[in-house]
Nanobody, 126 residues
Framework: QVQLVESGGGLVQAGGSLRLSCAAS????????MGWFRQAPGKEREFVAA????????YYADSVKGRFSISRGNVKNTVSLQMNSLKPEDTAVYYC???????????????????WGQGTEVTVSS
């Protein structure tokens, strides 16, 4: 079992930065691949970024590539999402998610992940 708690959301002006963190419980955190998804008001949840258990591979949605960066600290059981050059369209609730292994499943699909946090809200003003 893994429990996930996100933090770091808030209100920021367009062009600004935020760093989201996801704290995970459990001693086997470093065995889990992690993802960030987001859900804007009135829209479906969408993939943002993912990182493998080793941290050796990262993946990004085209909409955030070059602006967002995912990383993990396996000693501290955290995964972070550094968000730069934020745009109003980045406004959403951001969720972190975990899966023991991708096993051939797509990292950008919500159903791949077994554990989810409650989300942290990000608002980008224009």
């Amino acid at each position: 079992q893994v429990q996930l708690v996100e933090s770091g959301g808030g209100l920021v002006q367009a062009g600004g930065s935020l760093r989201l963190s996801c704290a995970a419980s459990g001693r086997t955190f470093n065995n889990y691949a992690m993802g960030w998804f987001r859900q804007a008001p009135g829209k479906e949840r969408e993939f943002v970024a993912a990182i493998t258990s080793s941290g050796g591979s990262t993946y990004y949605a085209d909409s955030v590539k070059g602006r967002f960066s995912i990383s993990r600290g396996n000693v501290k059981n955290t995964v972070s999402l550094q968000m730069n050059s934020l745009k109003p369209e980045d406004t959403a609730v951001y969720y972190c998610a975990a899966v023991l292994r991708y096993g051939g499943r797509r990292y950008d699909v919500e159903g791949t992940y077994d554990y989810w946090g409650q989300g942290t809200e990000v608002t980008v003003s224009s």
